[in-house]
């Protein structure tokens, strides 16, 4: 097997920037304000998560309901308005539950997501790196034998949306505002207030 790691990155950034998800500028403008916005609520720390993790901490979980209730009913909005467009992934058990595992193993062990992993190595966490710098290589290496791992990926069942299965244009604000509201009702707890209290 001939796998020249170099040439594979080179040749995924060419079609990813082929793709048209926007200008660069864009792209590091919005990369920039989602940085802030985790720098600035600290969910990039060990005890944010952790907190989570137990059930003990609920600003990751307050955060999580509030930007996917908005962020469904804004999205939903511009592709009405035809500002944006869906990239519907299919839906392949296996790979789903599988990748789930993985996920949840990952994020046990470094105590941290994809999303706020980036925003801890520019503090200077070096455990973080060495994990961020794993899963790009994981990912290079699920996208090179992608076509190997179907009979573990499972059956494709298409590319199914909820809007879909429910023909309804209210149930998107339906859901949107349940789980806004859900945020709300989630206490105002962290784990470093019970540690500082024992």
Request: charged content about 15%; overall charge negative.
């Amino acid at each position: 097997m001939n796998f020249n790691i170099f040439e594979f990155f080179s040749q995924t950034i060419d079609l990813v920037q082929k793709q048209n998800h926007g200008s660069i500028p864009l792209i590091l403008f919005i990369g920039f304000v989602f940085g802030v916005i985790i720098q600035w609520s600290r969910v990039d720390t060990f005890d944010k998560i952790a907190g989570f993790a137990m059930l003990k901490g609920f600003k990751v979980p307050k955060m999580l309901f509030f930007s996917i209730g908005i962020a469904s009913i804004g999205l939903y909005f511009m592709i009405k308005m035809g500002w944006a467009s869906y990239h519907i992934k299919p839906i392949m058990l296996g790979g789903l539950i599988l990748g789930g595992v993985i996920f949840a193993i990952g994020m046990a062990i470094l105590g941290l997501c994809p999303g706020t992993g980036p925003v801890a190595v520019s503090e200077g966490n070096i455990d973080v790196l060495v994990g961020l710098i794993a899963g790009i290589f994981a990912g290079a290496l699920f996208t090179y034998f992608y076509g190997d791992l179907q009979s573990i990926m499972g059956p494709d069942y298409g590319k199914l949306t909820l809007t879909q299965l429910i023909d309804a244009d209210w149930f998107i604000f339906l859901y949107g505002a349940a789980l806004i509201a859900i945020g709300f009702l989630l206490p105002n707890r962290e784990i470093e207030e019970e540690v500082g209290e024992v």
